[in-house]
């Protein structure tokens, strides 16, 4: 594995180039360019539908330099199956000699909702590929419809928060232990604010052979109603609060790769954005400190699994 | 940039070359626009890394100047930037200023 030095990894081809029409600051380009530098292999990708996908691949323009195939909603995860499972015919026949990598990119959507069965199925037939979730959140590509990823009190425009209910009023399922619960060798999260944490556990799931899923926080200024600045601050202050706690799951043993030197409240995560701008109101004042004390609670579990091993 | 019309286009609009996207210029969705001040800058490259647009070019494993071409003026670099002794190296300012 190389090292990762910036000036080194500066002197890489933009494998996404620029041209592409995300939205002004959103936190997906970074995440695939942060994968991306750290893919030393000639390297196969998929990409579900979503922001990612419709923006990056629109008529004439692609802005990726690898082979990149768009799939439907549901199935990245079937589609890349395939593919690998073609390479490894072709290698056995000795008409490939080159050591390809698959990755599958999906959003929070894709991955967590409507991709779910063919991202469970490949994970459980043992494909050798990694899936990137890129979780913002919501289905912000069709405008902010919560998914099952949306936090606990956010308003989207399927629970606006109003006089009757407060913004969405279910917990966000915990997909990378779900993922973990498929036995796979390695299930991780990441966030961009740590780039060096992300990057290395992408360099470690390429070496491992099977299947591997990476979780990563990629803020959205537009359905999280923030700034157009500050996708690389929210990130971190996701890590630094625990709500988005950075570990990695290899072989069934939980490590925590980043503990945060002062645990901040989970407010401060979500006080510059608008979408959890009802919480702050007096009589949402149990709601918040619900959100606090599942963070907790979760926080606490994580610390317990990795003590147990 | 003129649309092309159909007759332009490549049969069921394949697409020929990767990368092609650098042909579409997004610059003038930007609002404000970075400046570099390179006195002030270390060569952090975070601002290279950071940036969702690609728009920081390299030379020599070393930060050069924005591609204004691309830059959507997001700020995200101006946000990250360390700088120097708490002197910023990217500024944000207003376009047409």
């Not at chain 1, 043992?126 to 979780?135: F, K, L, R, T, V």
């Not at chain 1, 200024?221 to 990695?248: F, H, M, Q």
């Not at chain 1, 925590?256 to 007096?282: E, N, S, W």
């Not at chain 2, 890394?49 to 204004?68: H, Q, S, T």
Request: proline letters at 5%; aromatic letters at 8%.
């Amino acid at each position: 594995m190389a090292t990762l030095n910036l000036k080194e990894l500066s002197k890489k081809e933009d494998l996404l180039t620029h041209g592409h029409r995300m939205c002004s600051g959103c936190g997906a380009p970074t995440v695939v360019k942060m994968v991306l530098l750290a893919t030393e292999y000639p390297v196969i990708a998929s990409n579900a539908t979503g922001c990612l996908e419709v923006s990056t691949c629109i008529s004439e323009y692609t802005a990726w330099k690898i082979p990149w195939i768009h799939t439907a909603f549901e199935n990245a995860a079937a589609t890349l199956s395939g593919v690998e499972t073609m390479y490894r015919s072709l290698k056995k026949q000795g008409k490939i000699d080159k050591d390809i990598k698959f990755i599958a990119f999906g959003g929070d959507g894709g991955t967590y909702d409507i991709g779910f069965q063919s991202l469970s199925g490949a994970m459980e037939r043992g494909h050798d590929m990694i899936y990137i979730c890129y979780d913002n959140g919501a289905y912000m590509n069709t405008g902010i419809q919560r998914s099952s990823a949306t936090p606990l009190g956010a308003d989207t425009t399927t629970c606006p928060a109003g006089d009757v209910i407060p913004g969405k009023l279910r917990a966000r399922k915990n997909l990378t232990k779900i993922m973990a619960a498929h036995n796979i060798p390695y299930a991780a999260q990441a966030s961009p604010s740590h780039w060096m944490d992300l990057m290395k556990k992408v360099q470690k799931a390429h070496e491992i052979p099977g299947p591997k899923f990476i979780n990563i926080l990629s803020p959205c200024n537009r359905g999280w109603r923030s700034k157009t600045n500050d996708a690389i601050t929210l990130s971190r202050l996701g890590v630094n609060s625990c709500y988005w706690p950075l570990y990695e799951i290899e072989n069934g043993v939980t490590k925590i790769t980043y503990t945060p030197k002062d645990k901040v409240p989970v407010a401060d995560f979500m006080k510059p954005q608008g979408r959890f701008k009802h919480l702050f109101d007096p009589q949402n004042a149990e709601l918040l400190k619900r959100v606090q004390d599942e963070v907790d609670a979760e926080w606490a579990k994580l610390q317990k699994e990795e003590k147990c091993g | 940039m003129k649309p092309k019309g159909w007759k332009d286009l490549t049969p069921g609009a394949v697409v020929l070359e990767g990368g092609s996207a650098c042909n579409f210029k997004t610059g003038s969705w930007r609002a404000f626009r970075p400046v570099w001040i390179e006195e002030n800058c270390i060569q952090c490259m975070w601002c290279w890394l950071y940036c969702p647009d690609m728009a920081i070019k390299v030379k020599d494993g070393k930060r050069a100047e924005f591609n204004y071409d691309f830059c959507k003026g997001c700020g995200i670099c101006a946000l990250e930037c360390p700088g120097k002794k708490g002197k910023k190296a990217i500024e944000m300012i207003e376009e047409g200023k």
